[in-house]
């Protein structure tokens, strides 16, 4: 399994020192680690959730060149390990991390069972964990030390559970991945939407990991809603949309409507015309029209080959939180820094966001969208906005 260090450099000249021996340089390397600071980073870098790890850690690398390798007066050193989005394997490096690199923080956690199979050791090491991509409304109830820069699916389901209702929609048929988020989706929209008049004909669910959609969507067809409603993980938008073609329902007047998972920008430009007009909500968007956010695409864009999607954004604004909780904590880890990261008011790309100090989850804006082409490129295009959105499974 592959770890990744950044800064390099710090490393480097580490080891040419031990090569070359020279004691002179010993006692400068011992000061180095003193004030050196880690932050552990968990993320799926190969196995099916492997773009959610290549966006994440894209972000990362963007927010380390730009902001340098010093927060709170000391070296930041990001240790990435991979755990290929296994739940055990996920578990027994953030063990390693927090044991071994005494680590001040761990990050990362591409899926929901994975940022779960971490909570218990954060809770024991007292070590705040920045959830940047799972988003099943619980996790931030796992562990006092869990804050979350990504999103809940309840935000993006009632937003577009409100906008059907409002838009001559009817009766919908909801298919869902079966996991936490998937369940958080259905639920969430299931609920509001019949609070505002709806009928919700059947509830589909798709295995986590498959990809065959064809038994569901014809079950869809039979049933003939107004409209389809899909919440599925970041990483399948594509595949399910090639088979809603080829099954013909995009013109069998099933409307799509969807959590912007499913119109996630790392795919959305291979989607076709299928994908056109899709209306759903999320709280990022690659066309989110602010300085703030054209800054973030540009520099993104010139460091990578591909277009920066919500998951990039929430490593961003993760390693935003650790650099200012750690200037705040003056580089202490623990509780200085879990208190340092509770409350922080700050614009993302995605537009301002505030880390709930009761809750530690992510309040923030929820655009309703419409998929268009612009220029040539599908992209999710904003048109109605929810302001400070908190999440609605906080609620209750
Ligand atoms: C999750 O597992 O929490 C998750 C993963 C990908 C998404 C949304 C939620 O797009």
Redesign the pocket.
Known sequence: MKTYRYPQTLLASASAALVAGTLALAPGLVLAQANTVKIGVILPMTGP?AS?GRQIDAAIKLWVAQNGNKAGGKTVEVIIKDDAGVADTTRRLAQELVVNDKVVALAGF????L?LASAPIATQSKTPMVVM????SAITEASPYILRTSFT?PQAAVSIADWAAKNKIKRVVTLVAD???GNDAEKYFYERFRLNGGQVLDKLRTPLRGADFAPVLQKVRDAAPDALFVFL??GQGAAFMKQYAERGLDKAGIKLIATG?VT?DDQLGDMGDVALGVVNAHHYSAAHDSPANKKFVDAFQAANKFRPNFMAVGGYDGMRLLYTGLNTSKGAGGDALLAAMKGQLFESPRGPVLIDAQTRDIVQDIYIRKVERVNGQLYNIEFDTLKQVKDPGKLK
Request: proline residues 16%; without cysteine.
């Open positions: 959730s959610t591409g899926l929901t069972p940022a991509a799972a988003a099943t699916l996991y936490g988020p993980p970041s998972d996630d």
